[in-house]
């Protein structure tokens, strides 16, 4: 893979260390054309930590709806999300973000067995977050 010269080049990486991104950084270039605010530099850089923080999860644990919504600043990145029973890794439940509608989704979890799900964000600039979630 070649680039321009003079263009940034990323590398992200797993949890485990592996590499599952390697390329321009389109979000950030993207948003820094636009405008170089502060609070869209802050929005493109927020850590997973910072980035659970403009999102609300409840009830948890979870009997039957599991409710999410977020702030703007997180709908901005936020490019879908995702939910899957951890002991089997099999996707119960997958949503593309549409920015600007609601910020909310609910999944109704009722026929779900019991146990640890795994809600996953994946952000527009290709990192994922993900909670673990338990089903009662």
Known sequence: MSFAQGT???FK???AGNQYYRGPDDFARKSSQKSTSSSQTTTN???EKTF???I???PVPVNDVLTIDWTENADKLIESVSLYQHS???WKFQQKNIPNLNRQLKINMAGYEWGVYVLRFT???GRVMSKNITKR
């Open 45 to 47: 850089t927020l850590d």
């Open 88 to 90: 089997t890794v099999h």
């Open 8 to 10: 940034e080049v990323y």
């Open 52 to 54: 659970f923080k403009e």
């Open 56 to 58: 609300r999860l409840y």
């Open 13 to 15: 990486y797993d949890g």
């Open 123 to 125: 952000l527009k600039d």
